[in-house]
DNA sequence: TCGTTTTACGAAATCGCTTTCGATTTGATT
DNA sequence: AATCAAATCGAAAGCGATTTCGTAAAACGA
C-alpha cells in the first residue's frame, strides 16, 4: 500500500506538503499540488481512511441500527433502507450496520463510540430497547426512522391524514361499514393510524368495526388474516377495510377468499406500504403510498445535516403520502 | 472519550501495561490487570477501533459490494444477507456496504483498501463490470455469492440439481408439456438452470419449451408474465412450468390467469428461491426452496476463513435446496 | 550467598495521516 | 538597496492504540 510518504520523497517534498496538496490547502503552489498529485496518481495512492479518521475524528461512516421484524426481508423498511443507502454514497459517506453485540459488552453506543461513525439512523419498529435508548439520548447524531414515540430528529409518513384519506375514499364510493386493522398501538405510528380511524369514523357516525387488543401486533401477513376473521367473527363482513401495512392488507384479502367472497365485489380493501406485492396479488391493492425515494433522501440530507452541525435538534420530518386506487376498491352505487 | 492513557494515569501504570492487561498479554500479573480492567470499566472505556485498526492492520469489518435488480428490495438477496448478516455480527465484525464513487476515482478496490475492510462479500447479478473484476483480482479476500462464472471462492445453490429435481416432479406426476422460464442465461446460474432443463427435457424425449432468446432476462415478475406470454404464444398452453425465481413464476401465473386457466387444474408451476410471496399468492407457489439461513451462515464461515488464512482459495461451495411443493402443482392421472 | 531465570513492567517506535506554527523565500514598495 | 507583506514550505506534535525490546525486581537453584 502506497503511503505519503512515497509521494513526498519521489516529489521531494515533506510529508506535511503532500498532504496539504492531496487536500487541496491553500499555501501550496499550482506547480508543486500538480507535481504531487500527478504522482500519487500514478502511484495509484489511496488515502488510509482509518488513519484520517483518526486525526479527523470523524470517519464519513454513518451506521445504521436496525431492528426490524424480518429483518432485511422486510420490504417496507427495506425499500427506504435503500433509498437511503443511495443518498449516503452519493454523499461519499458508507453506510455500516452496527451489530448489538451486548454479550461481548459492546451495546449499540460503545459500538458507534468505538467506530466513531458521524451520524446514525436508527431503524427500530417496536418498543425501544434499552441498548437503542442509551444510543438516543448520547452525544452522537441520531435520527430515527418511524420512531416509537412522537419525537424530535425523527421522519416518518403522515399516518393520519392517510388513514383520514382513506377512509374519505371508501366513505365518498358509499361505504358504511369501514372496519380497520390495526397495527402495534402501543407504539406512536401504529397508534396515530388507529387514533385517526377512530376519529374519522366518529366525525362520520359510522360503526366502530376493529378488533380491540391491547397487545403488540405485527404488521405481517397472518397478523392481517387472523384480525380480519377476529373482525368478521365479531362484526360479520364489513363493506370496506383499511389495513395498516400492504402485508396485512394481503393478509386480510385472503381470509375474505377464504369465506368465499370476492374482491372488490363484495369488499373494498385498501393497504398502507405500496411494496411490490400490491401490483402481484390478485385483484391488485389499492393502497397508502409511501414515499419510499423522498424518505430514503430526506432522512440522508437532515441526517448529515445533524452531523455537520453538531447534533442540532431538528424537528420531526413528516413525509406526504398518496393514495393509490387500484383493482380492490369498488365504488358502491346501491 | 475514556482513552488507554486516562486508564495508566489512574492506575499508575503504563500506557503498555494498559494495553496489554485490556488484551490479555500473558506478562502481566493478575493483580495488576484485575486493577486496570477494573478501572476500564469504570470509567467506561471503549477501545478506539480507528486507532486498533491502525497498528493492527485488521478493522474487523467486512465489506459488501451489493449490486442487484431492485438493490436491497430484492428479496431473494436480501434474505441472504440477512443471514449473512447476522452471522458476521455473532463474530464480531461489522458490515459495511461499500459504494463504487467512480466520479470520486474511489472505485470498489480503492474503497476497500481506503477502509480496510478484512474481507468483501460480492452479491452482483449479472455481468459484473470492471470495477468489481478489479476487486476480485486484487489482493483482498473475496467471496462471491451466485458468480457470473463458476469460480472458486464462491457460494450458490445447486441449480442443476435443482432444475432437474423439479423437472422429474412434474413429469413423475405425468406432466409431459413441461416449459422453463429462464433466467439470464448468459450467466452461470442463469446458464446452469437452462441447460439442466434441456438436458432433462432431451434424455426425457420431450419436447422443448422455452422461449429461445439471447437477451439478458432478469428475474422479475414481469419478466416472467411475458415470457410465459411469448411461450403461450409459439407452443399454446404446457402442462407445466419451471421458473427461474419464484417472482417469474408468480408473473406466469399472472398471465396464466389472464388467460383463463386455472392453477393448478390446467398447469403446473414451480418457482426458485422460496421467498415469502410463495405462501402469499393463491395458489400457494410450489418452489425449489433455497436455504438462504445455511448459505449465509457458510458464506461468512468461509469469507473469514479465507481472511484468516491470507486469501486462500476455496472450491466453490455449492448448497443443496429443496423442493416444497405447495398448491400449484397437480398429480395428473389422465 | 551468589549467579541465573522468570516475572512484570515501561520506554519508545510505529501505524498513516492532519494541522499548527515557525521559517524561509519571493515579490512589491519606497 | 532596504523594508515589509505575502506566498510557500517543513518540522513536529498529535490522533489512540499495539508491540518489541530492554531492564529492574522477584524467585529460584545449588
Redesign the interface.
Known sequence: ?VTIEEIAKLSNCSISTVSKALNGYSDISEKTKKKIIKIANEL?Y??????Q??VRRR?N?IGIVYEVE????N?FF??I??SF??N??KN?H??????N?IG?G?DYL??C????VDGVLVVSAGSDQESIKKLIDSEIAVLRLDPDIDVNNSIYSDSYNSIQTACKYLYDNNHRRIAFIHGDRGNFIGGTRLNSYLDFVKSHDLEVLFYESLYNHSYS?EEGYNTMKLIYDKYGLPDGVVASSDLMA?GAM?FI?DMGYSIPEDISIIGFDNI??C????PKLSTIGQNFELIGEKACEILLHMVENKNEIVEPFVVDTKLIIRDSCHSRLE
Open positions: 500500500m495509484g489511496v488515502p488510509n481512511a482509518t488513519a479518521s483518526l470517519s461512516t424480518y429483518g432485511l426481508k420490504l427495506s425499500s433502507l435503500e443507502r443511495k449516503i454514497e461519499g458508507d453506510l455500516l450496520f452496527l451489530s453485540n461481548n459492546m460503545r459500538h463510540r468505538s467506530k466513531h401477513f394481503v385472503a377468499h411490490q406485492l401490483e402481484i396479488v390478485k
